[in-house]
């Protein structure tokens, strides 16, 4: 098997690595199943204890030995982590130079081991002493950043009052307008991560902090954010309630006001659900007693199945009752559906009853047909009986090839039905023809005259 090569994709490779590392020292994920009431369900632990979510909970408040994580040497034999590298940790202080070492450790496999290590051992009373040493030896870079992130997150678990004091104290007011994943910031002050770091920090803290004391990571969230239209502190706290209690996090989306923020918390669920297959993202979206929040969370999971399985995401629509919403969703599940089966997807289509909804879709899909394949397009548009139904969908391939092969599109807009957007649609065509390449314009005038 050839492994990739590519530095990013090593970084992301053991970063991830470490990370389910960390969680799996934890404990086990709470399974979640759909009963046919639609309601969803969290398993508890096979032995009859409370199960893997509280057994989390509980691994740091010293009602359970902590959970660590050996290493297996070259030979296959099994090692203590102390025997397998140096300790961080002396008398559950922090020391500080091994702490160093470790993260400046060029070995991936090696820093991997360390960085699991260190976030095994974080506690109230040394993480501000593991801060100290991260903040020295972060390095650059995007691995470093999500490096930082994990410690953020084990901090907030022990100690969420000081973690979120810290982030929020030195992270730009301006960095909290967008929520996680609202778009790269432009300031590159306190650690070089701009503003969008600046949230994800946050969002990974309050994540934490909503695992371990929902209440008071809740209360914070909602006093900090008072006065604000959206309050993007809530997605945090939402994704950290989903991974053990789903009902909680869902609560807690329908308080949330409509608009962005609330769209940006219901993706976070639907990733944590989905983990756990389809049914169960299927099953918890039609408990949801929230008709608004329903159909948003049903169109955008619709979304999500799509991506690998377009059609199954197609036998929701009839759960989604707005029809500007199940509109949206046709196009971008056709849209999705296009990359992987082009063929299968205009036969969906082409079955479609509602002559509106066909149209939107047929447009959605031969605009994502002709930036992959445009001579397909065409000759699935050429297939099809001339219709005004057919002209949407005949701009939607003009508007994708007109730049990249305009005698092509200008063919394709001869076939518009509606006499006046034809010409104009020429004229432009021919227009943007002329100023990027006047040779091979008048070259095609001269050919046609």
Do not use: C
């Amino acid at each position: 098997m050839n492994l990739p090569r590519s530095p990013l994709v090593w970084s992301a490779l053991w970063i991830a690595t470490a990370a389910l590392a960390f969680w799996a020292g934890r404990g086990s994920a709470p399974m979640i199943s759909a009963s046919p009431g639609g309601a969803v369900e969290l398993a508890s632990g096979s032995s009859g204890d409370d199960g893997p979510a509280k057994r989390i909970l509980r691994s740091r408040s010293g009602d359970e030995p902590e959970t660590r994580i050996n290493i297996r040497s070259s030979s296959g034999s099994a090692s203590s982590t102390s025997e397998a590298r140096p300790a961080a940790y002396r008398g559950g202080k922090v020391d500080a130079d091994t702490a160093a070492r470790l993260l400046s450790d060029t070995d991936p496999l090696r820093r991997m081991a360390g960085i699991t290590d260190l976030l095994q051992g974080v506690t109230a009373e040394n993480a501000k002493d593991l801060l100290a040493v991260f903040q020295n030896n972060r390095g650059r870079g995007p691995e470093r950043d999500q490096e930082f992130g994990l410690f953020l997150e084990a901090w907030s678990r022990v100690d969420g009052p000081s973690a979120i004091e810290w982030v929020t104290t030195n992270a730009s007011p301006a960095s909290f307008q967008g929520g996680p994943g609202g778009g790269p910031g432009g300031r590159g002050g306190r650690g070089g991560g701009g503003e969008w770091q600046d949230r994800m920090n946050t969002f990974r803290v309050l994540s934490g902090w909503a695992s371990n004391d929902p209440e008071a990571a809740r209360t914070w969230a909602a006093t900090k954010g008072e006065g604000q239209e959206e309050n993007p502190y809530l997605i945090g706290v939402v994704n950290g309630l989903a991974r053990s209690d789903v009902g909680a996090a869902t609560e807690l989306l329908s308080t949330m006001a409509y608009g962005r923020m609330r769209g940006i918390a219901v993706d976070r669920v639907i990733e944590n659900v989905m983990v756990h297959g389809a049914d169960a993202g299927i099953g918890w979206a039609r408990g949801i007693a929230d008709e608004q929040l329903r159909d948003g969370v049903m169109a955008r999971l619709a979304d999500r199945i799509s991506e690998t399985d377009p059609a199954r995401s197609l036998s929701l629509l009839g759960d989604i009752k707005d029809a500007e919403r199940k509109t949206d969703t046709v196009r971008d599940v056709v849209s999705n559906w296009v990359r992987t089966d082009a063929n299968a997807a205009a036969t969906w289509v082409q079955n479609l009853d509602d002559p509106s909804l066909k149209v939107e879709a047929q447009t959605s899909m031969v605009q994502s047909w002709a930036r992959r394949d445009a001579d397909a397009a065409a000759k699935w548009l050429e297939s099809q009986p001339k219709s005004p139904d057919l002209d949407k969908p005949i701009m939607a391939y003009v508007e994708r090839t007109s730049m990249r092969d305009p005698q092509k599109a200008l063919l394709m807009a001869t076939s518009i039905s509606d006499e006046q957007t034809r010409r104009t649609t020429l004229e432009q065509i021919m227009g943007r023809w002329m100023e990027f390449d006047p040779e091979g314009a008048n070259k095609f005038l001269n050919k046609t005259q």
